[in-house]
């Protein structure tokens, strides 16, 4: 049986970040500030000690910081000096790579960490665009609007916050969270991810990558001219065309990944990826302009918006091995290096078969998805009336 396994699951619930723009008055934003630096110095000194001690354990981080921290940040609240010391912890975990390298970890002094707020440090009415949060100079209340597209998230179940202060303004990450619809697949529609087609689906449905090379190449291009110009007016350039760049593939992902879930959501089908990890590491044989490609191959982003976007319209998702996917036939299942005629071509030498390769390879990951125990586990019971899915 091909190995496979589900990436969304019955019962999981579902979480979406909030991006809130606070409007402030000179007071509260002095609070606000005041809190953000003290809660900053809360996470250097924990990641010091840490650092020094050789300590990534939350309890004895706890244990040996708590006291100390309160008697120096006496202002700021106890539950931001707890949420602190959680966020240094988190850090150390990560970087622990970067200890034996010798590079000590932490936010610089010209950056304010973001504050993180639980149900005892906050509240919020997001229907009504205002919270309280706790501060050095005791609770104070912020406004802000939810845009139009914020208002599906109205009757989510608020979690966590953080407060966050990005080019002189002051943002609330708000999470939020709901019971994500029960998984549903009468059947699996084969995906193949790639760089002239974007992806390809067993139906014959293609989205085109020849926009974002194009794209690629252009700045490419730019990007090499203003190097070698090194000016300060060259490398405010290259910031600009970066993020430009950036915007542009973002959106070309958005677009494929809400007509893949679309067209899977409308025939009741699961959706059979490639997992793709470490393919990058498999590229040490082909030339330097493929390398170039695979490198700019924005495919995990791609499945993250694929994944977020079926599992909150209930569309399983499997991913499968990708491994001669696009070598085998899709009707006699010959596997040969040469059934691969061109990037486009492919023709089986046993039984002649002569098709679009990104349309075989998608046969072939359909097949591996139906061979998966989780069309089973999917198909057991299906839901009579499924609860309306937000609009993506």
């Not at 959680?86 to 950056?111: D, H, N």
């Not at 002569?354 to 198909?379: H, P, T, V, Y």
């Amino acid at each position: 049986m091909t190995q496979a396994y589900i990436e969304n699951q019955k019962g999981k619930s579902l979480k979406a970040t909030l991006r809130l723009k606070l409007h402030l008055d000179p007071a509260t934003e002095e609070a606000l500030r005041e809190t953000l630096e003290q809660s900053t110095s809360c996470f250097n000194a924990v990641c010091r000690h840490g650092w020094d001690n050789d300590q990534r354990n939350g309890t004895r981080l706890h244990q040996a910081t708590y006291q100390p921290l309160r008697e120096t940040h006496s202002d700021l609240p106890s539950q931001l000096v707890i949420s602190a010391r959680m966020k240094a912890t988190e850090a150390l975990k990560s970087v622990q790579e970067r200890k034996r390298q010798g590079r000590f970890v932490s936010c610089p002094q010209s950056s304010l960490c973001p504050v993180r707020y639980d149900a005892r440090s906050y509240w919020i009415r997001l229907s009504d665009g205002y919270a309280s949060l706790a501060t050095t100079q005791g609770r104070v209340c912020v406004s802000f609007r939810l845009c139009a597209y914020y208002t599906r998230y109205a009757d989510w179940r608020p979690c966590s916050a953080d407060l966050c202060f990005r080019n002189g303004k002051y943002y609330l990450h708000l999470v939020v969270e709901r019971e994500a619809p029960n998984p549903v697949a009468e059947g699996v529609l084969g995906v193949d991810f790639g760089i002239v087609e974007i992806a390809t689906d067993n139906d014959g449905n293609r989205y085109s990558g020849e926009a974002v090379k194009s794209v690629r190449r252009r700045v490419r291009r730019i990007r090499r001219l203003l190097q070698q110009r090194g000016t300060k007016s060259a490398r405010r350039h290259l910031k600009r065309i970066r993020a430009k760049q950036s915007r542009f593939v973002k959106n070309t992902n958005h677009v494929v990944s809400k007509s893949l879930v679309g067209t899977a959501l409308t025939s009741r089908k699961a959706l059979a990826l490639e997992d793709l990890s470490n393919i990058r590491d498999r590229a040490d044989t082909v030339s330097r302009e493929m390398r170039w490609l695979l490198g700019n191959w924005a495919f995990l982003q791609l499945r993250q918006f694929v994944s977020y976007k079926a599992e909150a319209l209930g569309v399983p998702i499997v991913l499968v091995d990708p491994r001669n996917t696009s070598r085998t036939c899709s009707e006699c299942g010959h596997c040969a290096k040469e059934n691969r005629k061109s990037q486009s071509k492919f023709h089986c030498q046993q039984c002649g078969l002569m098709l679009n390769a990104d349309l075989n390879a998608a046969k072939n990951i359909k097949a591996r998805g139906e061979c998966s125990d989780a069309l089973l586990f999917w198909s057991e019971a299906l839901p009579t009336n499924q609860e309306q899915a937000p609009n993506l």
